[in-house]
T-cell receptor, first 114, second 116 residues
Framework: AQSVAQPEDQVNVAEGNPLTVKCTYS??????LFWYVQYPNRGLQFLLK??????LVKGSYGFEAEFNKSQTSFHLKKPSALVSDSALYFC????????????FGKGTRLHILP | EAQVTQNPRYLITVTGKKLTVTCSQN?????MSWYRQDPGLGLRQIYY???????DKGDVPEGYKVSRKEKRNFPLILESPSPNQTSLYFC???????????????FGQGTRLTVV
């Protein structure tokens, strides 16, 4: 079965430090991988995606993610965290096989400490 | 403005009383889907539609119905709501043809449903 794992429920980082939010996936076929962010009382907003090509993808607000096929991972990173980055982050995968579901991880709450 | 619009934003209802949550998008997207968000469980896909008159079950379809009579609308129907359907619901859309395959989804603002 296809699945997405975000092993950390919460990540705490001091402002100015680098941050990493982890995501691993298990799919059959070539995945489309996404990161979304959710601020309080808001819908999800797209951050970045990997479809094909360069394994390092850059997205909104200074975030980037690295696709690692051998480790089936797609970790979200940022070199220097801001307090405004505090939010709930979701990793998602879409695989177009017989069906065309989109599967989300359980989410990681990121706290940036001033 | 490109957007996905859900209504209502908040709804409190009683067990067994049929309800519909509407979703409309103005971007001419082919793919539309419904999710429920529950603490500790993330987002789980309820149903999705790849185009008009084409709908498929997601991971948690039990107790829900959908229809896709027009490209822009994708209502979520709860024929007989139960308390375990209390949740935050999101509708999303994305383009799904040709070079747009793999394009990210646009989400509505969410509908918080409470079934008592």
């Amino acid at each position: 079965a296809q699945s997405v794992a975000q092993p950390e429920d919460q990540v705490n980082v001091a402002e100015g430090n680098p941050l990493t939010v982890k995501c691993t996936y298990s799919v059959s076929g070539n995945p489309y991988l996404f990161w979304y962010v959710q601020y309080p009382n808001r819908g999800l907003q797209f951050l970045l995606k990997y479809i094909t090509g360069d394994n390092l993808v850059k997205g909104s607000y200074g975030f980037e993610a690295e696709f690692n096929k051998s480790q089936t991972s797609f970790h979200l990173k940022k070199p220097s965290a801001l307090v405004s980055d505090s939010a709930l982050y979701f990793c998602a995968v879409r695989v177009r096989n017989r069906d065309d579901k989109i599967i989300f991880g359980k989410g990681t709450r990121l706290h940036i400490l001033p | 403005e490109a957007q996905v619009t859900q209504n209502p934003r908040y709804l409190i209802t009683v067990t067994g009383k049929k309800l519909t949550v509407t979703c409309s998008q103005n971007m001419n997207h082919e793919y539309m889907s419904w999710y429920r968000q529950d603490p500790g469980l993330g987002l789980r896909q309820i149903y999705y539609s790849m185009n008009v008159e084409v709908t498929d079950k997601g991971d948690v379809p039990e107790g829900y119905k959908v229809s896709r009579k027009e490209k822009r609308n994708f209502p979520l129907i709860l024929e007989s709501p139960s308390p375990n359907q209390t949740s935050l619901y999101f509708c999303a859309s994305s383009p799904d043809t040709g070079v747009n395959v793999g394009t990210e989804a646009f989400f509505g603002q969410g509908t918080r449903l409470t079934v008592v």
